[in-house]
């Protein structure tokens, strides 16, 4: 299995509402991370997980929560957020050699 | 700042020519070189690594990695009006353990 799964695909959600973004591998890597990818623009680190710790936060808001249940899981709560906050999320996951595995994304639109 | 720098193109080529995609990288400490391919609206798609001086090759694409210069490059044979997409070229920050991602070049292959 070399694949990151990542629910839902698309994601509509107006500004009081609360809701996450799931994000599951089974490739055994260690570390997991958060991308945020606006239009024609490249991805932008979030947060990274190394053994299920937040090791890095790049100073996100605090409308975006991160959680990592176990090694396979990686969970991003989402709350209040702001029409500026629509973007394409990614979630990958990384073994020891360094590349990025991505997965297919979540298309967030906040109304 | 480390940083990856790409010319955000668009670069034209016609079908059957030799593509080359070229990146510059700021921090002399990275080891590590990634190339993405990512098509509109799909998340991105490893195509190569690289951590050698030298040149690596793969089917129709080749990496090649100058570290006295800091460039990173990729060039791709006999393109194919399939190759259309943006590339992204990425560093790995080593203690940080996360991906630099640069601004991405997007190719056009004219059939």
């Known amino acids: 299995d070399t694949e990151v799964t990542q629910t839902p695909k698309h994601l509509v959600m107006g500004m009081t509402n609360k809701k996450s973004l799931k994000c599951e591998q089974h490739m055994g890597h260690r570390a997991m991370y958060w991308y945020k990818q606006k239009a024609k623009k490249p991805p932008e680190l979030m947060f990274v997980?190394?053994?299920?710790?937040?090791?890095i936060n790049e100073s996100v808001p605090s409308r975006f929560s991160p959680e990592c249940p176990n090694s396979s899981l990686l969970n991003l709560h989402l709350h209040a957020l702001q029409p500026e906050d629509s973007a394409l999320y990614l979630c990958?996951?990384?073994?020891?050699?360094?590349?990025?595995?991505f997965g297919e994304g979540s298309r967030l639109t906040v109304l | 700042q480390k940083e990856v720098e790409q010319n955000s193109g668009p670069l034209s080529v016609p079908e059957g020519a030799i593509a080359s995609l070229n990146c510059t990288y700021s921090?002399?400490?990275?080891?590590?070189f990634f190339w993405y391919r990512q098509y509109s609206g799909k998340s991105p798609e490893l195509i190569m690594f690289i951590y050698s001086n030298g040149d690596k090759e793969d089917g129709r694409f080749t990496a090649q990695l100058n570290k006295a210069s800091q460039y990173v490059s990729l060039l791709i044979r006999d393109s194919q009006p399939s190759d259309s997409a943006t590339y992204l070229c990425?560093?790995?920050?080593?203690?940080?353990?996360?991906?630099?991602f640069g601004s991405g070049t997007r190719l056009q292959v004219q059939p």
């Open positions: 990958a996951s990384m073994p020891g050699t360094g590349e990025l595995f």
């Open positions: 990425a560093g790995l920050d080593t203690g940080r353990r996360a991906l630099t």
């Open positions: 997980y190394s053994y299920e710790k937040l090791s």
């Open positions: 921090d002399r400490g990275s080891q590590s």
